[in-house]
C-alpha cells in the first residue's frame, strides 16, 4: 500500500494562504489522493480529492505534481477554525479503506 | 444531510467486560469502517466491511471482532475488553473508495476501560 509522509506540524497566520505539503513517491497509478481533517474532539471530516488535475472546491485547492509523487493542499485564506489536523492519504491497494498516517498539525494564529 | 452515528460519545467499562459500539449510517453506503485513534499514533483501521455479512481485517484486528447483519449498521465488539483498549473509537461509511467517492466519519465513541 502507498505510504505518505507529511510535516508533523505547521504554523499561519490568520488571512494567509496555508499551504500543506504531502508526498506519496509509492503512489500507483490509479490510486487518488485524499485530503481529510480533523478539528479536536471531532471525527474526521472531507476536504478533497484528486488524481491527476488540479482541484478546487469552496474549502481548499489540491495541487499535484506531474508524476504524482507529491500533493499540496492550499486552504486560501486561513482562519482560526483551520486549526486542525490534516491528513493526507492514500487508499490501499484493494481501494477498499483509508490508510490514515500522523497527519499536520496545522495551528492558525492571529 | 448524511450521517453516520455511533451510539455512545463516552463509554466506561470494566476490564473482562463485553463491549458493543454500534455504529449506524443513513446514506446507503457499501463500506462501513472502524479506527481508533491513539495520540501520537494517528487513525488505524481495525476492520472493515464491504457488504452485509462480509469483513476484512485492517492493521490492528486483534482483541476485536465486528458484526455487519444489515447494512447500514456496523458493530466492533470486544470480547474481552483490557485497559490497552482505552481510545477514541471512530465509525466510517463510503460508496465506494475506488470510485471517486469520500467517506463520512461519526463523532467518536471515547472508551475507558478501567
Known amino acids: 500500500d502507498a505510504k505518505t509522509t507529511q510535516p508533523t506540524s505547521m504554523d499561519c497566520a490568520e488571512g494567509r494562504a496555508a499551504n500543506l505539503p504531502c508526498n506519496h513517491s509509492?503512489?500507483?497509478?490509479?490510486?487518488?489522493v485524499y485530503w481529510y481533517r480533523q478539528i479536536h474532539s471531532q471525527g474526521p471530516q472531507y476536504i478533497i480529492h484528486?488524481?491527476?488535475n488540479n482541484e478546487t472546491n469552496e474549502m481548499a485547492s489540491l495541487i499535484i505534481t506531474e508524476d504524482r509523487k507529491s500533493s499540496t493542499l492550499i486552504l486560501p485564506h486561513a482562519t482560526l477554525r483551520d486549526t486542525a489536523v490534516y491528513y493526507c492519504i492514500v487508499p490501499n491497494q484493494a481501494g477498499t479503506a483509508l490508510i490514515f498516517g500522523k497527519g499536520t498539525t496545522l495551528s492558525v494564529s492571529s | 444531510d448524511v450521517k453516520v452515528t455511533q451510539s455512545s460519545r463516552y463509554l466506561v467499562k470494566r476490564t473482562g467486560e463485553k463491549v458493543f459500539l454500534e455504529c449506524v449510517q443513513d446514506?446507503?453506503?457499501?463500506?462501513m469502517f472502524w479506527y481508533r485513534q491513539d495520540p501520537g499514533l494517528g487513525l488505524r483501521l481495525i476492520y472493515f466491511s464491504y457488504d452485509v455479512k462480509m469483513k476484512e481485517k485492517g492493521d490492528i484486528p486483534e482483541g476485536y471482532s465486528v458484526s455487519r447483519e444489515k447494512k447500514e449498521r456496523f458493530s466492533l465488539i470486544l470480547e474481552s475488553a483490557s485497559t490497552n483498549q482505552t481510545s477514541m473509537y471512530l465509525c466510517?461509511?463510503?460508496?465506494?473508495?475506488?470510485?471517486?467517492?469520500?467517506?463520512?466519519f461519526g463523532q467518536g465513541t471515547r472508551l475507558t476501560v478501567v
Open positions: 509509492t503512489i500507483s497509478g490509479n490510486e487518488y
Open positions: 484528486g488524481l491527476k
Open positions: 446514506m446507503d453506503h457499501e463500506n
Open positions: 466510517a461509511s463510503s460508496l465506494d473508495l475506488g470510485l471517486n467517492t469520500e467517506a463520512f
